[in-house]
């Protein structure tokens, strides 16, 4: 277990540091706001605070994480240990940026919710992201960074233990689309006909009538296929079907078909 201490009680500190200690590095956490408490502890124990105590890794926050406000924070970054860091802030502090400000900026994709300008679907513009403009999109940043905390507080506690992670193999298989040309009703797959002509893709109709007349395998039938390559192995593949109505994006058959 470790114990973090901080000057007052903060949502997003608590929410954050359960996902460092329990989710990545597999440890509890416990949290207080006094300081007497603190220093009489005997756990491995983050002084989260502006100010030292007689004991206690001392890990100086940014101001970011006891805010409750959405408003984008001024935050500067740092090269440390090879990587690049987040929410820098002091020399004195364990590390110099703050791990709990950075991880909880990039898990709860704060920037998303203050961003005006949207892509194609209405969606997040990925190469507006602190982690596109920083080379950092393949990196599991969050989980490098609560490594490096737990490197630190092993030098101040060397019976601190973090849990190895255990490796898992599961397939998932996405069902947008059950069929490529079948069972897709008359009027849907007359419509389709009339398309396919209209802009020059007669291959599209020549295989939709060879697999209406059962002379050729729909493209998109690979079930028979896929039970076999999960043959004994079906506990590692889950597969989700798209049950939304016919719309625009959405042209999968119907969940009552």
Known sequence: MVLIYSEKKSPRLEYIAKVIFKDILRTDVYFTTDKIEFNKSELPKINYSNQKTESGLFLKPHPFIFEDKLIYPEFKLITYEKETCF?????????????????????????????????????????????????????????????????????HYPEFRTAEPEFRYLSTIDIDNAWAFRNKGVLRSIGACIKDIVTGR??????????????????????????????GNEKDVIFFFLLGDYKKYDKNISHKN
């Not at 009538?209 to 390559?229: E, F, G, R």
């Open 87 to 155: 929410f820098k802030t002091s020399d004195d502090s364990a590390l110099p940026f703050d791990p709990f400000a950075a991880s909880f900026f990039i898990i709860t994709r704060f920037e998303e919710y203050l961003e005006t300008e949207k892509g194609k679907y209405n969606c997040y513009p990925a190469e507006k992201s602190i982690l596109f403009l920083n080379n950092r999109l393949k990196k599991p940043v969050v989980n490098i960074w609560a490594n490096l905390l737990a490197e630190k507080i092993k030098e």
């Open 202 to 231: 007669l291959g599209n109709n020549i295989l939709r009538i060879k697999s209406w007349a059962n002379n050729k395998i729909d493209p998109y039938n690979t079930y028979l296929y896929l039970d076999k390559v999960f043959a």
